[in-house]
């Protein structure tokens, strides 16, 4: 009779750990010239001003993909192009409301081809805007996002 138990007891947990996870991500491509994509992001808005890409997004709070902060929201857009063999040249993260923060603004380069990117969290809570321009790959000591 033990045995029987012990015996249906595993069962019980091999079947539980081969349920599938109904969770379902999708993607969003925030930026279509360098191609970057977030993960789980609802799109709000998205429009491009000359050269530069605009995207307003969002992340469901149950997301297991919001990011905790926008330090690494930034690094994972940053993973993305050094994966694609960009290197980071500079980055400006400023955290204080009264100077105009928080902000977290990126310049990369490959070659003779460089990237900007500035991220901005909006209210409410996990909304954030982020740019994204072609950008000078030499760029100033004061880093500016284009």
């Not at 969770?23 to 191609?35: E, G, K, V």
Request: glycine share 6%; with cysteine.
């Amino acid at each position: 009779m033990f045995r029987i138990l012990c015996w249906a007891c595993g069962l019980i947990l091999v079947l539980a750990a081969c349920v599938p996870n109904r969770y379902q991500a999708t993607d969003l491509i925030i930026s279509h010239r360098y191609a970057l994509l977030v993960t789980d992001g609802v799109l709000l808005y998205q429009w491009e001003e000359g050269t530069v890409e605009k995207t307003e997004l969002r992340f469901p709070p149950d997301s297991p993909f919001r990011p905790r902060s926008l330090q690494e929201f930034a690094e994972r857009l940053r993973a993305q192009l050094e994966a694609r063999g960009f290197a980071l040249r500079c980055f400006t993260h400023n955290p204080f409301p009264i100077l105009g923060g928080p902000q977290y603004t990126l310049r990369l380069a490959r070659g003779a081809e460089g990237v900007g990117i500035h991220l901005k969290p909006l209210e409410p809570v996990d909304t954030y805007r982020v740019e994204v321009a072609p950008a000078d790959p030499d760029p100033p000591l004061s880093c500016p996002a284009r």
